[in-house]
């Protein structure tokens, strides 16, 4: 590959007709940084995250008042007040809220049958979807036409370090804003602020369960404990975010953490929750209502005490207990070291080359997590320019790259997540807090190269004829179009089939 297609296609998102690298295609890439834009127009125009988390406080409302009572359930007084959010939002976790226990005939036989607590459920995720395919459709929109389609790319990869996952009903509608405003505005800072804005957006807090976790210890863990103790089964301590911090977002698995660093990270993370969503006493006492979706540290749920982790006692108490371990977090060299492994696998190849592991791992060190210091260590980088293709593109990189090289700038909001979901790769549905593979083994099976072929065939039947797929494949991957390609391009029985054979080319399906 010529250093033109290698900074257009391994670098950037796929070439657009009329992009030109020009002379120094380091350069283009580096001026990228500075075009970068966080919150373009189709992403301005969409529903903040107060809007969406304000529908979900409606639905939490109306499920509980669908609900019927519980007959066993005491009435007022202190001692009773609910301790974090209401009913509703205390049985969310993995449980009647999550579209998969209620998918299939039993749901729909509950539906027809008008039962009023079904049909909130309905309602709410048809509304969910609205706001998850329109984020999908302005994500997508903006990748095909933005000027800095390297910047976009680095989006996309931390977007996908910091997954989550619409697959639970409650992220769906504010999987587009986690991006949208957590990892988009920290794209071009340091590390340590993207992970602040990370572990406080309600996407995560939802996600990993942490806005219902309560110290076992606060005031109203004990009010919680007394109530359990009473038949109620009422939610603890919950550790899914603490360890996922660790494995996933910083550290790295295997990095000289145990379980204890877990337990009482999680600790000093309680009261880290999400405000607005839970109405009424039990919202006040806890101290979580207030504007949806705000972030908030209630007192009341936080575990009171000193903490141990990784060997250091952290003293800070409230808020600035778990904020003091992110910060130290943050700039770890075991963080270091694992930023820089993912970041080389991502431009260097499924295999990272070790030198270059080094290399960024070292930039991050001396500038405190600054990104863009890593980024134009990769530019910099002959690792990230080797002449072989080094990555087999994931549904995403391909579709995207393919609607770019037809010239597309515009897609319907159900468009894009239609084709992503027949490739197989949904955006933010990696159903995994680990995030989608970014290795050639998850995504160059047979099957899902075929499902590639039929897409390529469709979008190709769009075009009416009217590409010349022999000019458009020399634009896109300049110096570096393999003569068999070329040559079966230009034995097409017509431009449509010329285009179609062009989508799934080597070139096209490796980076």
Not at 251 to 256: A, F, K
Not at 355 to 382: C, H, M, N, W
């Amino acid at each position: 590959m010529a250093d033109a297609s290698i900074a257009l296609n391994r670098f950037g998102l796929g070439g657009r007709p009329g992009d030109d690298p020009g002379a120094n295609p380091r350069q283009w890439l580096a001026a990228q940084l500075q075009r970068y834009e966080p919150r373009p127009q189709q992403i301005a125009v969409l529903p903040p995250t107060s809007q969406i988390a304000a529908e979900l406080a409606d639905y939490f409302e109306e499920l509980r008042q669908a609900r019927p009572q519980n007959p066993g359930r005491r009435q007022r007084g202190p001692a009773r007040a609910k301790p974090a959010m209401p009913d509703s939002m205390q049985s969310v976790p993995g449980q009647e809220m999550s579209e998969k226990p209620m998918a299939g005939e039993a749901m729909k036989e509950r539906e027809r049958a008008n039962d009023p607590a079904a049909q909130v459920r309905r309602f709410a995720r048809r509304q969910a979807r609205e706001h998850y395919a329109v984020a999908v459709g302005a994500r997508a929109t903006v990748a095909l036409t933005s000027p800095a389609p390297f910047a976009e790319r680095l989006v996309h990869f931390w977007a996908n370090h910091f997954a989550v996952s619409a697959d639970k009903l409650q992220v769906i509608g504010l999987a587009g804003a986690f991006e949208f405003e957590a990892i988009r505005p920290h794209v071009m800072g340091k590390f340590g602020d993207m992970l602040h804005a990370v572990e406080r957006h309600p996407g995560m807090l939802l996600y990993l369960d942490q806005a219902q976790s309560i110290g076992p210890n606060s005031m109203t863990g004990q009010i919680a404990q007394r109530r359990r103790a009473g038949g109620n089964n009422l939610p603890g301590l919950n550790e899914n975010l603490a360890r996922e911090i660790l494995e996933l977002h910083t550290l790295g698995v295997r990095t000289g953490y145990g379980q204890s660093d877990v337990t009482e990270f999680a600790r000093a993370m309680t009261g880290w929750t999400v405000a607005g969503l839970g109405r009424g006493r039990g919202a006040r006492f806890a101290g979580t209502d207030g504007e949806p979706g705000r972030f908030v540290f209630a007192e009341r749920l936080h575990e009171p005490g000193m903490r141990t982790i990784l060997g250091k006692r952290w003293t800070q108490q409230g808020e600035g207990q778990a904020a003091a371990v992110l910060d130290m977090l943050a700039t770890h060299p075991a963080t270091a070291r694992h930023i820089a492994t993912k970041l080389a696998r991502h431009f260097a190849g499924d295999e990272p080359p070790p030198a270059l592991v080094a290399q960024l791992e070292s930039a991050f060190l001396k500038s405190g997590g600054d990104l863009p210091t890593l980024y134009r260590v990769l530019i910099d980088a002959p690792e990230c320019w080797a002449p072989q293709p080094v990555k087999f593109k994931s549904p995403w990189e391909w579709s995207i790259s393919a609607m770019r090289a037809l010239g597309a700038e515009q897609l319907q909001a159900n468009a894009a997540n239609g084709l992503l979901t027949q490739l197989g790769q949904p955006v933010w549905r990696p159903g995994s807090p680990a995030g989608w593979d970014d290795v050639a083994a998850a995504w160059a099976g047979p099957d899902a190269v075929m499902r590639r072929v039929e897409a390529a065939e469709r979008m190709a039947q769009r075009t009416r004829d009217t590409i010349d797929a022999r000019r458009r494949a020399t634009q896109l991957f300049p110096g570096a179009l393999s003569d068999t390609t070329a040559q079966a391009i230009a034995r097409a029985e017509s431009p449509g089939q010329g285009v179609a054979l062009m989508l799934v080319a080597p070139e096209f399906m490796r980076r």
